[in-house]
C-alpha cells in the first residue's frame, strides 16, 4: 500500500485490520510511555498523560461535552455519575502511575480540556498548571482546588529536574490558548491541541510560529485532527467579525429584536458582537450566568472591560423587572445570550420557552456565532430549538462562524515547521486520527512505524 497517497477511509480500515499490531507500539528500552486517556475515540474528553522514567505529567482534564450536558440536564452532576455515563476520562490505566504524577498541565479554558478537572484533580498530589485566564475559570468553576499555579504564555514551568513544560502561545477560541511542548532528556513531546494560526487575531498574539520553528529534536507531535478531513486552512477570527457586520449593519434589522448567541467561553467573538451592536446604535446587553462567569474571568486578568461598556446580566430568572423594560423597547438593545447549542437550561431556550420577561417577536433576528459540536444530543437539542424559533417567525442566521481549530493545511504547515520523529493523532473519533494519519502518510511518515493510531485505554511507548 502507498501511504503517500491513501486516504484516510483506507487509514481506518488498516488500523481496524490491525487492531492488535497499534495497541502498543513498544522500543526495546523504553524512555517514554504516551497514556490515550480521553480524545482518542471522539472530539473532547481530552486527557493524556506522559510517562518519563521515574516521572509522569497530565495534559488536560476535558469532558466529553455532549455526555455531560445529558448528566447535567437530568441533574445528575457527581463523579461516579460522570464516570458511569463516559463523560470524563477513564484514569485506570494509570493508577500504578498516579504517585508519579507532577503536574497537571491544562492548555487553555474550554471544557473539554478544562472540565474535569473539578472532578479528578484531586486524585493527584501535584499543582494544576495553566494561563491566568484559564485558571480564573478553573476557580470559578470548582471553589475546591488547591495549589494551582499560574503561567503566562510563552513562558517555561519546571515540572521536576528532568521535565519542563514550556507554554507557546497559539490562537484559538478562547484566550491564552497554549501548545505545550513537554522538553525530556529524551526530547521533545510537543502537545499541538485546539490552535490555528490566525495572522489577523481579535484578541491576543499570534500563534508564537517562531518559537515553533526553533524546537529542536521533538520526539512527538501528538496532533489535534479535529479539522484534518477538512481540505482547507482554517480563517481568521476577523472573518467571523466581518460575516457578523454583513449581517448586522447590511441588513433591514430596524425596528426588530436581535438576538447573538455564541460560545460563552469566545472572548474575541463576544467583543466583536459588544462593537458590532454599539456601531448600529443599539446597547450590547449579555445573558447567561456561563457568559457572565467567562467574561468576569476575561476582565480580572484585563483580557476584555465589557462591563465599562454593556449590561451583564447573570440570572435573568432574577432580572424579571429589567427584561420587561428592555422588552418594551427590544429595538434598542442587542442580547447576546448563552444556547447556542440548544441546552435545555440555557437562556435561549429559556426565551424561546416564555420563561422569562424577553420575548422573541416574529421577524426578530436570531444569529447563531457558533458552529453545532457533532454529537447526537448537542445536535437534537439545537434541532429542537430551531424548530421552535421557526414558530415563533424569527429569521435566522446560522454557521456565522469560523473555527478555532486548524485544518488539514494548517496541520501540513505544523508538520513541516516541528519536524516531530513520530506524530499521534488526537482530539477526534477514528475518522478524524485516520485523516490526521492520512496526512501524516502524504509527508513521508508511516503508519505503524512513525504514526500511530490509538484509542482511549491504549499506551504509546517510544
Same mark, same amino acid.
Given at each position: 500500500?502507498?501511504?503517500?497517497?491513501?486516504?484516510?477511509?483506507?487509514?481506518?480500515?488498516?488500523?481496524?485490520?490491525?487492531?492488535?499490531?497499534?495497541?502498543?507500539?513498544?522500543?526495546?528500552?523504553?524512555?517514554?510511555?504516551?497514556?490515550?486517556?480521553?480524545?482518542?475515540?471522539?472530539?473532547?474528553?481530552?486527557?493524556?498523560?506522559?510517562?518519563?522514567?521515574?516521572?509522569?505529567?497530565?495534559?488536560?482534564?476535558?469532558?466529553?461535552?455532549?455526555?455531560?450536558?445529558?448528566?447535567?440536564?437530568?441533574?445528575?452532576?457527581?463523579?461516579?455519575?460522570?464516570?458511569?455515563?463516559?463523560?470524563?476520562?477513564?484514569?485506570?490505566?494509570?493508577?500504578?502511575?498516579?504517585?508519579?504524577?507532577?503536574?497537571?498541565?491544562?492548555?487553555?479554558?474550554?471544557?473539554?480540556?478544562?472540565?474535569?478537572?473539578?472532578?479528578?484533580?484531586?486524585?493527584?498530589?501535584?499543582?494544576?498548571?495553566?494561563?491566568?485566564?484559564?485558571?480564573?475559570?478553573?476557580?470559578?468553576?470548582?471553589?475546591?482546588?488547591?495549589?494551582?499555579?499560574?503561567?503566562?504564555?510563552?513562558?517555561?514551568?519546571?515540572?521536576?529536574?528532568?521535565?519542563?513544560?514550556?507554554?507557546?502561545?497559539?490562537?484559538?477560541?478562547?484566550?491564552?490558548?497554549?501548545?505545550?511542548?513537554?522538553?525530556?532528556?529524551?526530547?521533545?513531546?510537543?502537545?499541538?491541541?485546539?490552535?490555528?494560526?490566525?495572522?489577523?487575531?481579535?484578541?491576543?498574539?499570534?500563534?508564537?510560529?517562531?518559537?515553533?520553528?526553533?524546537?529542536?529534536?521533538?520526539?512527538?507531535?501528538? @496532533? +489535534?485532527?479535529?479539522? $484534518?478531513? #477538512? !481540505?482547507?486552512?482554517?480563517?481568521?477570527?476577523?472573518?467571523?467579525? &466581518?460575516?457578523? /457586520?454583513?449581517?448586522?449593519?447590511?441588513?433591514?434589522?430596524?425596528?426588530?429584536?436581535?438576538?447573538?448567541?455564541?460560545?460563552?467561553?469566545?472572548?474575541?467573538?463576544?467583543?466583536?458582537?459588544?462593537?458590532?451592536?454599539?456601531?448600529?446604535?443599539?446597547?450590547?446587553?449579555?445573558?447567561?450566568?456561563?457568559? @457572565? +462567569?467567562?467574561?468576569? $474571568?476575561? #476582565? !480580572?486578568?484585563?483580557?476584555?472591560?465589557?462591563?465599562?461598556?454593556? &449590561?451583564?446580566? /447573570?440570572?435573568?430568572?432574577?432580572?424579571?423587572?429589567?427584561?420587561?423594560?428592555?422588552?418594551?423597547?427590544?429595538?434598542?438593545?442587542?442580547?447576546?445570550?448563552?444556547?447556542?447549542?440548544?441546552?435545555?437550561?440555557?437562556?435561549?431556550?429559556?426565551?424561546?420557552?416564555?420563561?422569562?420577561?424577553?420575548?422573541?417577536?416574529?421577524?426578530?433576528?436570531?444569529?447563531?456565532?457558533?458552529?453545532?459540536?457533532?454529537?447526537?444530543?448537542?445536535?437534537?437539542?439545537?434541532?429542537?430549538?430551531?424548530?421552535?424559533?421557526?414558530?415563533?417567525?424569527?429569521?435566522?442566521?446560522?454557521?456565522?462562524?469560523?473555527?478555532?481549530?486548524?485544518?488539514?493545511?494548517?496541520?501540513?504547515?505544523?508538520?513541516?515547521?516541528?519536524?516531530?520523529?513520530?506524530?499521534?493523532?488526537?482530539?477526534?473519533?477514528?475518522?478524524?486520527?485516520?485523516?490526521?494519519?492520512?496526512?501524516?502518510?502524504?509527508?513521508?511518515?508511516?503508519?505503524?512505524?512513525?504514526?500511530?493510531?490509538?484509542?482511549?485505554?491504549?499506551?504509546?511507548?517510544?
Amino acid at each position: 500500500m502507498d501511504k503517500s497517497v491513501v486516504n484516510y477511509n483506507a487509514y481506518g480500515a488498516y488500523f481496524c485490520n490491525n487492531y492488535k499490531i497499534l495497541k502498543v507500539v513498544a522500543a526495546s528500552h523504553t524512555m517514554i510511555n504516551i497514556y490515550a486517556l480521553g480524545g482518542y475515540n471522539e472530539v473532547g474528553k481530552n486527557m493524556t498523560c506522559i510517562e518519563v522514567d521515574n516521572e509522569a505529567v497530565i495534559l488536560d482534564m476535558g469532558l466529553y461535552m455532549d455526555r455531560f450536558i445529558a448528566v447535567q440536564e437530568r441533574g445528575e452532576m457527581n463523579f461516579e455519575t460522570l464516570k458511569r455515563e463516559d463523560a470524563i476520562p477513564d484514569e485506570r490505566p494509570i493508577e500504578k502511575i498516579r504517585k508519579k504524577v507532577k503536574a497537571i498541565i491544562v492548555t487553555h479554558a474550554h471544557l473539554d480540556h478544562i472540565g474535569a478537572v473539578k472532578w479528578m484533580a484531586s486524585h493527584y498530589k501535584c499543582p494544576i498548571v495553566s494561563t491566568p485566564y484559564a485558571v480564573e475559570v478553573m476557580k470559578k468553576n470548582a471553589k475546591n482546588l488547591d495549589n494551582i499555579v499560574r503561567v503566562n504564555v510563552n513562558s517555561t514551568y519546571r515540572i521536576s529536574k528532568n521535565m519542563t513544560a514550556e507554554f507557546i502561545n497559539v490562537t484559538h477560541s478562547v484566550p491564552q490558548a497554549s501548545i505545550i511542548n513537554i522538553e525530556t532528556k529524551y526530547g521533545g513531546i510537543l502537545y499541538g491541541l485546539d490552535y490555528k494560526n490566525d495572522n489577523h487575531p481579535t484578541i491576543g498574539r499570534k500563534t508564537n510560529i517562531k518559537k515553533l520553528k526553533r524546537l529542536e529534536n521533538t520526539r512527538l507531535l501528538i @496532533a +489535534d485532527s479535529t479539522n $484534518a478531513d #477538512e !481540505e482547507r486552512k482554517t480563517f481568521s477570527e476577523n472573518i467571523a467579525k &466581518e460575516m457578523l /457586520r454583513d449581517i448586522m449593519m447590511g441588513m433591514e434589522i430596524e425596528g426588530h429584536g436581535l438576538f447573538l448567541t455564541t460560545f460563552s467561553s469566545h472572548m474575541a467573538r463576544l467583543k466583536s458582537m459588544l462593537q458590532l451592536s454599539k456601531a448600529i446604535g443599539r446597547k450590547p446587553v449579555f445573558i447567561g450566568r456561563s457568559m @457572565a +462567569d467567562y467574561i468576569a $474571568a476575561a #476582565e !480580572e486578568t484585563g483580557i476584555v472591560n465589557f462591563s465599562e461598556e454593556a &449590561e451583564i446580566i /447573570r440570572s435573568p430568572s432574577r432580572a424579571e423587572k429589567r427584561l420587561s423594560q428592555m422588552n418594551r423597547k427590544r429595538e434598542e438593545y442587542a442580547f447576546i445570550v448563552t444556547g447556542g447549542l440548544g441546552e435545555k437550561n440555557a437562556v435561549l431556550t429559556g426565551i424561546v420557552d416564555e420563561k422569562f420577561a424577553l420575548k422573541i417577536e416574529p421577524q426578530d433576528f436570531v444569529i447563531f456565532s457558533c458552529e453545532t459540536i457533532p454529537t447526537p444530543t448537542i445536535q437534537a437539542n439545537r434541532s429542537v430549538l430551531e424548530q421552535k424559533l421557526h414558530r415563533k417567525g424569527a429569521r435566522l442566521f446560522k454557521d456565522v462562524h469560523v473555527s478555532g481549530h486548524a485544518a488539514r493545511e494548517d496541520l501540513r504547515d505544523l508538520i513541516k515547521i516541528v519536524s516531530p520523529e513520530q506524530i499521534l493523532p488526537a482530539h477526534g473519533d477514528l475518522k478524524k486520527t485516520a485523516a490526521m494519519a492520512s496526512l501524516a502518510g502524504e509527508m513521508g511518515y508511516e503508519l505503524g512505524k512513525n504514526v500511530h493510531i490509538l484509542q482511549n485505554g491504549q499506551m504509546l511507548s517510544i
